[in-house]
């Protein structure tokens, strides 16, 4: 069975940092494109950020420079960094993935989401 779970969410103040683990694991034979998404509420929610298996990566443009994705293949593991965070940066941040589970065909999965909470 293939799980994908968040971790590294938490509060933080205006200006801070944080950064979000996305970790797979179960019988797994690949993972392919990887996006973080997040979620405020009352919203819908939104793309931030998407890397390929071959570490090509892709933030929306209004928060580039300060949103950073990455990915450790070793450790079936993708990262967003985040940097000056700001109150409207508060949401349930997602994470999810194409995933070739052995002896089946490539689905994208869901994480559980992790909470951001950017407040002074």
């Known amino acids: 069975q293939v799980q994908l779970v968040e971790s590294g969410g938490g509060s933080v103040q205006p200006g801070g940092s944080l950064r979000l683990s996305c970790a797979a694991s179960?019988?797994?034979?690949?993972?392919?494109?990887t996006g973080w998404y997040r979620q405020a509420p009352g919203k819908q929610r939104e793309l931030v950020a998407h890397?390929?298996?071959?570490?090509?990566?892709n933030t929306v443009d209004y928060l580039k420079g300060r949103f950073i994705i990455s990915r450790d293949n070793a450790k079936n593991t993708v990262y967003l960094q985040m940097n000056g965070l700001k109150a409207e940066d508060t949401a349930v941040y997602y994470c999810?993935?194409?995933?070739?589970?052995?002896?089946?065909?490539?689905?994208?999965?869901w994480g559980q989401g992790t909470q951001v909470t950017v407040s002074s």
């Open positions: 999810n993935a194409e995933i070739t589970a052995i002896y089946r065909i490539s689905r994208t999965y």
């Open positions: 179960g019988n797994i034979e690949s993972i392919g494109s």
């Open positions: 890397i390929t298996k071959g570490g090509s990566t």
